[in-house]
């Protein structure tokens, strides 16, 4: 079976665990349909509240397998809680799986709900 699973931080092109994902189908760029905070403690993590702004991912198809490995990644359910929910990709409402976690607290908080990698200061 297929599932869709949307993803906010480290697994986005480009980033640390990616390579998760390799067997997966990239479909494209979304957002969440509704707001919620996105912070930067160690790791990204997206929390229900505050309601702050819309999450913007990524979109991959993958198969039972690889959610499992993403699970096992994200700690689920124990650390990172996985639900499913609406997002919007291409103007179009789709149903997606997005890891939460409301257990921690602070980091900085992402008011834009973009995570991008941090660029080393050149010194100068």
């Known amino acids: 079976m297929e599932n869709l699973v949307f993803v906010y931080g480290t697994l986005k092109k480009g980033y640390s665990n990616h390579h998760l994902l390799k ?13 919620y905070a996105l912070y930067e403690k160690v790791y990204p993590y997206v929390s229900h509240n505050p309601k702050v702004s819309n999450i913007h991912g990524e979109v991959y198809q993958v198969d039972n397998f690889t959610l499992r490995k ?3 990644l994200e700690g689920h359910p124990y650390e990172y809680k996985r639900e499913l929910i609406p997002v919007i990709l291409n103007n179009k409402e789709l149903k ?3 890891y939460f976690n409301d257990k921690y607290k602070g980091g900085k908080l992402i008011p834009q709900g973009i995570y991008k990698k941090q660029t080393p200061r050149k010194r100068g």
């Open 23 to 35: 067997n997966g189908k990239f479909l494209g760029e979304a957002k969440t349909k509704y707001k």
């Open 96 to 98: 997606a799986w997005m």
């Open 70 to 72: 993403l699970d096992i």
